[in-house]
Nanobody, 125 residues
Framework: QVQLVESGGGLVQPGGSLRLSCAAS????????IGWFRQAPGKEREGVSC????????VYTDSVKGRFTISKDNAKNTVYLQMNNLKPEDTAVYFC??????????????????WGQGTQVTVSS
């Protein structure tokens, strides 16, 4: 069955970096778009970035452009989110998710049918 497992979260100081990993099983990255979402306490789940299945086109929400980079390794069936220059407002639980179709459709989390369990990212001094 489709399974997504995130790792790489942790505590980091402002300005620091983390790399999140999303290991996929039960399907190949050629068939599914992979998105990263985050949810801070008391806030709605927010789409952060996405990489499309067939053409590797990437999408970012404005608040992370220039700081976050999404990539994938098809041989490892894994998607990464490199996060640089982290800010306290990046603190959240980060989830990866998968969806079929041509588009990333990050605007709504309900566009994604498969989810990982999440990994906590805390940015604090």
């Amino acid at each position: 069955q489709v399974q997504l497992v995130e790792s790489g979260g942790g505590l980091v100081q402002p300005g620091g970096s983390l790399r999140l990993s999303c290991a996929a099983s039960g399907f190949t990255l050629d068939d599914y778009n992979i998105g990263w979402f985050r949810q801070a306490p008391g806030k709605e789940r927010e789409g952060v970035s996405c990489i499309r299945s067939r053409d590797d086109i990437t999408v970012y929400t404005d608040s992370v452009k220039g700081r976050f980079t999404i990539s994938k390794d098809n041989a490892k069936n894994t998607v990464y989110l490199q996060m640089n220059n982290l800010k306290p407002e990046d603190t959240a639980v980060y989830f990866c998710a998968a969806r079929l179709g041509r588009l990333c459709a990050l605007a709504r989390s309900t566009n994604y049918g498969y989810w990982g369990q999440g990994t906590q990212v805390t940015v604090s001094s």
